[in-house]
């Protein structure tokens, strides 16, 4: 039985969901943070390669979140680099502390992100699939690539590590569907591209409670995508949206090269296509309170229905 975990990354909005649900059952959680401010927060910054050591004294669990955001600032070259650095130097921080320290956890979990797949059109992802290598490569495969191979790493210390390749996260409070829903309030329905483009989603009390899954199950190792077992086109994704909020709103679509023009390369963020399975999920009998997106935005939007 788990008792205390630690979590990087644990400010973002999977990580202030997880700890929600994780005190909820009595859990102890850390938290390592830049800034620590109350019990339980532990100071690290990644870049400098400081952490606090003994926030992993005790822990049974280690979740690692820890990551700049993908789509908060265009892809300039440095900003590029801190997407990869942040990701890589914060496993590899906890690897060696782990090491330095001989305080090991039972289990490592570690986000990783569906961007592993590049454009990947209409064909079906799964865990098996091949990833491009080489020079030329798009940033996301290399930026993903290179975060599961510093986690690894981790797992060659005889630790039990699972790594989750998340889809697009549907929280109200933040993250793409606020995004998506700002202009369904005006009476638009903004699509993107040709709108077939296909989105592999998740609803985050999902994927929190696949993490809390993951670590209280044994069996649970290797690489897994986390995504709910029923993607959806880009422009169905609007449109079901609109239909759960109960707005009226004209479909109206945002051409491939304005998003390009307007955010560069960024825009493979929003106009990638990715129908990813969670096939090995489902067989390892993980159970969606949220399977299809008519349930799960009727969720975030009216909660105690």
Not at 103 to 129: D, F
Not at 138 to 163: H, N
Request: positive net charge.
């Amino acid at each position: 039985m788990i008792s205390t975990i630690l979590i990087a990354g644990g400010t973002g909005l999977v990580g202030r969901k997880l700890t929600e649900l994780l005190h909820q059952q009595g859990k102890t959680v850390r938290l390592l943070t830049r800034t620590p401010k109350g019990d339980n927060q532990y100071a690290w910054d990644p870049a400098r390669g400081s952490i606090d050591e003994r926030a992993l004294r005790g822990v049974d669990v280690v979740i690692n979140l820890a990551g700049a955001g993908i789509a908060d600032a265009r892809w300039t070259p440095a900003r590029k680099k801190l997407l990869i650095d942040s990701r890589v130097q914060s496993t590899r921080l906890l690897h060696q502390t782990i090491v330095k320290t001989g305080w090991k956890p039972s289990v490592y979990l570690s986000a990783s992100a569906i961007g592993i797949y590049g454009n990947s059109g209409e064909e079906l992802q799964t865990e098996n699939k091949t990833i491009a290598q080489g020079h030329n490569r798009p940033f996301m495969v290399d930026c993903c690539d290179q975060w599961e191979k510093a986690v690894s790493d981790i797992a060659k210390e005889g630790i039990r590590t699972a790594l989750f390749r998340i889809g697009i996260v549907l929280d109200k409070n933040g993250g793409a569907l606020k995004e998506i829903s700002n202009p369904i309030r005006f009476g638009v329905a903004a699509y993107f591209g040709n709108g077939r483009s296909w989105y592999s989603w998740i609803h985050n009390d999902d994927l929190c409670n696949l993490f809390i899954w993951a670590a209280e199950n044994p069996a649970i190792s290797g690489v897994y995508n986390a995504v709910a077992p029923n993607p959806v086109r880009n422009r169905e994704f609007v449109e079901t949206t609109a239909t759960v909020m109960n707005k009226w709103a004209i479909p109206v679509p945002t051409p491939s090269f304005a998003l390009q023009l307007l955010l560069g390369e960024m825009a493979a963020v929003i106009l990638n296509s990715n129908r990813v399975s969670a096939e090995k999920l489902l067989s390892a009998n993980f159970q969606f309170q949220f399977p299809t997106l008519k349930e799960a935005l009727t969720n975030l939007y009216y909660p105690n229905q």
